[in-house]
């Protein structure tokens, strides 16, 4: 079965730099797009960015354009967000998710807080 587990959030100064991972197991990996999320408290889950099933192309939200960079390593199944230059507004659970045959799964995710 599909599986995603993200890991490598935690406490950061604002201006500090986090790598969030996102582990896959249940589907071929490099098939299929795979995008960050995250949940603000109080706020809906919004969209942070995704990435083409070959790492060839990448898509942002204009809110972390050019502070975060998705990537992916086929060979291990991973997705990877890196986040840079962290502000306040930041804090969230971010999640991975992927759509497999009109299947939406997404991880438990990992929670980010911005603070000093």
């Known amino acids: 079965q599909v599986q995603l587990a993200e890991s490598g959030g935690g406490l950061v100064q604002p201006g500090g730099s986090l790598r969030l991972r996102c582990a896959t197991s249940?589907?071929?990996?490099?098939?299929?797009?795979m995008s960050w999320f995250r949940q603000a408290p109080g706020k809906e889950r919004e969209l942070v960015g995704a990435i083409a099933g070959n790492g060839g192309g990448t898509t942002y939200a204009d809110s972390v354009r050019g502070r975060f960079t998705i990537s992916r390593d086929n060979a291990k199944n991973t997705l990877y967000l890196q986040i840079n230059d962290l502000k306040s507004e930041d804090t969230a659970v971010y999640y991975c998710?992927?759509?497999?045959?009109?299947?939406?799964?997404w991880g438990q995710g990992t929670q980010v807080t911005v603070s000093s």
């Open positions: 249940g589907f071929t990996f490099s098939k299929y797009p």
């Open positions: 998710t992927v759509a497999v045959e009109n299947t939406r799964f």
